[in-house]
């Protein structure tokens, strides 16, 4: 079993629509959680960032954290063509090492 | 936000010839800097974790003697693939983190290498 399990999609919707992006994990340890975004042949961007369970907000994304079902979302309202993307869920457990875990990304395509 | 510049973007070298990739933070001191490498459609892979003026931790099936990394200053680390092969064509990112955020990573634009 893999530590984060994201669903690689392809997930369309039509622009406009809300978008739900999900990552479950195995390790409890984990408290620190991150949603990228990634165009095709660039580099990862930092979404959103949030510290154990709850809600962020940030214009149209919204990112949610609940520990007790090892469970975290990414929202996104009114999506544009321009939100397609590959979307990555990462975690650490802000341990010595720094490092991430990632999921296998969602790809996402919002037709006009 | 944090600036991570990381050049080339794009490089397509002969068989046996060695490619070097620099990746620097541009407005913050990066105490750690993270090599991935990514196939088509897959997540990233870590290849390697370095911290300033220490030597990297490579990360299981990794080679140190073909993928060397250099992490001389707080703003850049490299990574020089040795010698490559067209089985080392790949997508190359770097990432780097602060001691205020460690744990947040800022991903460069990536670098593909195309070996003929």
């Known amino acids: 079993q893999k530590e984060v399990e994201q669903d690689p999609g392809p997930l369309s919707v039509p622009e406009g629509a809300i978008v739900s992006l999900n990552c479950t994990y195995s390790?409890?340890?984990?408290?620190?959680f991150m949603w990228y975004r990634q165009y095709s042949r660039k580099g990862p961007e930092l979404l959103m960032y949030?510290?154990?369970?709850g809600n962020k907000e940030d214009g149209r994304f919204t990112a949610q954290v609940d520990k007790s079902s090892k469970y975290i979302s990414l929202f996104i309202r009114d999506s544009q063509p321009s939100d397609s993307a590959t979307y990555l869920c990462a975690m650490n457990d802000g341990g010595a090492t720094n490092k991430l875990i990632f999921g296998t990304g969602t790809l996402l395509a919002v037709q006009p | 936000g944090a600036v991570v510049s990381q050049h080339p973007s794009r490089v397509i070298c002969k068989s046996g010839t060695s490619v070097k990739i620099e990746c620097r933070s541009l407005?913050?001191?990066?105490?750690?800097m993270f090599w991935y490498r990514q196939f088509p459609k897959q997540s990233l892979m870590l290849m390697a974790t370095s911290n300033e003026g220490s030597k990297a931790t490579y990360e299981q099936g990794v080679e140190k003697d073909k993928f060397l990394i250099n992490h001389a200053s707080l703003t850049l680390s490299t990574l020089t693939v040795t010698s490559a092969h067209p089985e080392d064509s790949s997508f190359y990112i770097c990432s780097a983190s602060s001691d205020r955020g460690r744990d947040i990573q800022y991903f460069g634009a990536g670098t593909r290498l195309s070996v003929l």
């Open positions: 949030t510290y154990s369970s």
């Open positions: 407005d913050f001191q990066a105490t750690t």
């Open positions: 390790n409890s340890a984990f408290q620190y």
